[in-house]
């Protein structure tokens, strides 16, 4: 009798077919079996790419993707093949990053693979100009405030889906301040801690405002990184009311403790439509 440890896990990428991108990082043998010490690690990009498949029904046959802070592009190779090859999607997707050497061997890669639809930019994310509107956005691990400006280039450019992995919270912590809850800001890791979380909750408080059902979701697991939350946010019908609530929270909190995030200013500077 079998029991639950012996079968098999449904997962997105099945082993058994080798898979470029992951033969190159290692995580596949050349045989397309998991390399022993890489078993977390396929646990991660198998999590990553159930999070982004369970907002994609069988009605999407196209996209256009934006990865803000490509960097590398481990998963950005990986998600292109899942959403191409497994998923059958006609695919365009853009990799940002502001590295000229890290973009110029991005490119090789793409091509080496047979990506057609593939494509990389040298830029600042900070300073990216909507030139398109985008299905999807994505951004892992973006440094500090990076985070929100993809955030808030996703929700100019019309993105039904967004998916986010912040990195490296400094901007809350450096201006947090308030004498009623003193006992949060006292002591420096429950500063790091409690700034990195209401980071996190605005930044989800501000993608509901502006249209989207969000969640924040564990990404990576604690024993490897603490840095481990996942913002998903996407565009869905919402009552003007209940958006409304949303901004109302975030500015009760940057009152609470002198805040000032990246992007509450930067929809503040634009008008976005309740509807």
Same mark, same amino acid.
Not at 1 to 26: C, F, Q, W, Y
Not at 39 to 67: C, P, W, Y
Not at 184 to 213: C, E, F, H, P, Q
């Given at each position: 009798?079998?029991?639950?440890?012996?079968?098999?896990?449904?997962?997105?990428?099945?082993?058994?077919?080798? &898979?470029?991108?992951?033969?190159? +990082?290692?995580?596949? !043998?050349?045989? =397309?079996? #998991?390399? *022993?010490?890489?078993?977390?690690? @396929?646990?991660? &990009?198998?999590?990553?790419?159930? +999070?982004?498949?369970? !907002?994609?029904? =069988?009605? #999407?046959? *196209?996209?256009?993707?934006?990865? @803000?802070?490509?960097?590398?592009?481990?998963?950005?190779?990986?998600?292109?093949?899942?959403?191409?090859?497994?998923?059958?999607?006609?695919?365009?997707?853009?990799?940002?990053?502001?590295?000229?050497?890290?973009?110029?061997?991005?490119?090789?890669?793409?091509?080496?693979?047979?990506?057609?639809?593939?494509?990389?930019?040298?830029?600042?994310?900070?300073?990216?100009?909507?030139?398109?509107?985008?299905?999807?956005?994505?951004?892992?691990?973006?440094?500090d405030t990076?985070?929100?400006?993809?955030?808030?280039?996703g929700i100019?450019?019309?993105?039904?889906?967004?998916?986010?992995?912040?990195?490296?919270?400094?901007?809350?912590?450096?201006?947090?301040?308030?004498?009623?809850?003193?006992?949060?800001?006292?002591?420096?890791?429950?500063?790091?801690?409690?700034?990195?979380?209401?980071?996190?909750?605005?930044?989800?408080?501000?993608?509901?405002?502006?249209?989207?059902?969000?969640?924040?979701?564990?990404?990576?697991?604690?024993?490897?990184?603490?840095?481990?939350?996942?913002?998903?946010?996407?565009?869905?019908?919402?009552?003007?009311?209940?958006?409304?609530?949303?901004?109302?929270?975030?500015?009760?909190?940057?009152?609470?403790?002198?805040?000032?995030?990246t992007l509450?200013?930067?929809?503040?500077?634009?008008?976005?439509?309740?509807?």
């Amino acid at each position: 009798m079998s029991t639950p440890h012996d079968r098999v896990k449904n997962r997105i990428l099945a082993e058994g077919t080798p &898979i470029a991108p992951l033969v190159d +990082m290692g995580v596949f !043998t050349q045989e =397309g079996r #998991v390399a *022993a010490p890489m078993q977390h690690k @396929f646990r991660q &990009i198998n999590r990553f790419l159930e +999070m982004i498949d369970d !907002t994609l029904d =069988g009605s #999407v046959t *196209a996209l256009s993707v934006v990865d @803000f802070g490509c960097g590398k592009s481990y998963l950005t190779f990986i998600l292109y093949h899942y959403l191409t090859e497994i998923r059958g999607i006609n695919v365009e997707m853009v990799g940002l990053d502001l590295k000229a050497d890290v973009i110029t061997s991005c490119e090789v890669t793409a091509r080496k693979y047979g990506y057609e639809g593939l494509r990389f930019m040298q830029g600042d994310i900070g300073m990216y100009s909507q030139q398109h509107r985008a299905d999807m956005v994505i951004t892992l691990h973006a440094c500090d405030t990076a985070t929100d400006y993809a955030l808030y280039h996703g929700i100019k450019m019309g993105a039904s889906r967004i998916f986010a992995a912040p990195c490296c919270q400094h901007e809350l912590k450096a201006h947090i301040k308030t004498e009623a809850l003193s006992l949060l800001t006292r002591y420096g890791t429950v500063k790091d801690r409690a700034a990195a979380l209401m980071t996190d909750a605005i930044r989800a408080n501000l993608m509901a405002y502006s249209g989207y059902k969000t969640q924040l979701m564990e990404f990576v697991e604690l024993t490897h990184t603490p840095k481990n939350l996942l913002i998903r946010a996407v565009k869905t019908k919402m009552p003007i009311k209940a958006r409304a609530m949303y901004l109302k929270e975030v500015e009760a909190l940057c009152e609470a403790f002198g805040l000032s995030p990246t992007l509450y200013n930067l929809l503040c500077e634009t008008t976005i439509p309740m509807s």
